[in-house]
């Protein structure tokens, strides 16, 4: 998916649930990663995928991922 400027709710959506997939590829889960339903209904100009919560041992897998990903 290309990355656009202005995000539609539609693609905060597809952008949080191809988070989700890769993440779950890679062993993480985060519970709480979804869309930040306030920045849908407020005025901000760009709706945000909430990353949410996780922990201590789902942080330290997923900056062991990030850290073989930006290795490579």
Do not use: F
Not at 2 to 8: L, R
Not at 13 to 39: F, M, Q, W, Y
Not at 40 to 66: D, F, H, M, Q
Request: proline fraction near 7%.
């Amino acid at each position: 998916m290309p990355i656009h400027h202005q995000s539609t709710p539609e693609d905060v959506h597809d952008s949080a649930e191809e988070l989700r997939t890769a993440l779950k590829d890679n062993g993480i889960t985060l519970p709480s990663l979804g869309v930040d339903l306030p920045g849908l209904a407020g005025s901000y100009a760009v709706p945000l995928v909430a990353l949410g919560n996780c922990n201590a041992v789902t942080a330290r897998k997923l900056a062991e991922v990030l850290r073989k990903a930006a290795a490579r």
